[in-house]
């Protein structure tokens, strides 16, 4: 890691850390092992073509991941309590001062399932029209009853902002998402926000992070000295109260749309919906000296995340 680079690194590894409000209802994935200083950035697309590319002079190859245990989000009526969460991404920093991302194959964000507090009943019932009514009466059964939340990806992330990761209080970039609610009831395809019309998460910096910097070597092991350097950001809390929620779509093939809005108070305006993630912990990962890499520097840093795979 030059020097000279630090502080656009430490802005962009801000930056992501917002990210990771996002996580708060994802579905978690099975990830690769990695031996020490590498082990948060498991899923790391270090063999993505455009990170493989990076010189380490006009393009800069790094990796971030991000998580926390603890976090709330609201929606209209609802509010959730999240569990684990985990974002990764590859970053590839440019002289000329911009800045692309890369996600894994498996995408950008995993977290554990998020149940709606209630179940079904709490999103439908009670009800005066019939055709609820017939489905209330039958969830006696836990099965039947329980609906999870999985926040997906519904776009790229966009409108980022490199000043506002030094900041709080000003959004970092836009990121598109639709939450997944499943229930045998409400079917596969029971969504809040689509593609087409998706909930737009403008996460920003809530208090700033601790920071701390780790050498390692190649392989993961701690060495003062080592070719790799990780910029850890702790105690950061993060989040989005101005965002505005759409109605559901597909639930129950359509049929059940209204009644999951009417109890859920959805649509709903900006202003009455917000994302929190509790005491993030993000980690910011490059050659330590990428222009002493030059002009391999992606591919020297896919060769040392391998070498650390246990």
Known sequence: MRPVSRRTRTGALAAFTALSALLSTGSA???????????PFDRCPVDAPAM??????????????????????????????????????????????????????EGALTADPAEIPGGLLGLMCPSGIPLVSVICRQLTDNDLNRVTATIEPAGAPRDFNMSAAFSTGEPILTIPVRIHLKNPFLGDKCYIGTTADPVLLKPQNLNAPSISLQRFAADGTRDDAGEMGRYTFAGADQGDAAFAVPGASGCGAGLLDWAVNLKTGLPSAAGKN?????????????????????????????????????
Request: aromatic fraction near 6%.
């Open 274 to 310: 917000s994302v929190t993630l509790d005491d993030t912990s993000t980690y910011f990962g490059s050659p330590y000296d990428p222009a002493g890499l030059a002009p391999h520097e992606g591919r020297k840093l896919s060769e040392f995340w391998h070498s650390a795979r246990q």
């Open 52 to 105: 493989l590319a990076a010189d380490g002079i006009d393009a800069i190859a790094t990796c971030i991941a991000s998580g926390s245990v603890t976090g709330s989000i609201t929606l209209g009526k609802s509010h959730v309590t999240t569990g684990t969460t985990d974002l990764q991404l590859g970053v590839i920093q440019r002289s000329d001062g911009t800045t692309s991302l890369v996600a894994p194959p």
């Open 29 to 39: 994935t099975a990830a690769t092992q990695l031996n020490g200083d590498w082990a």
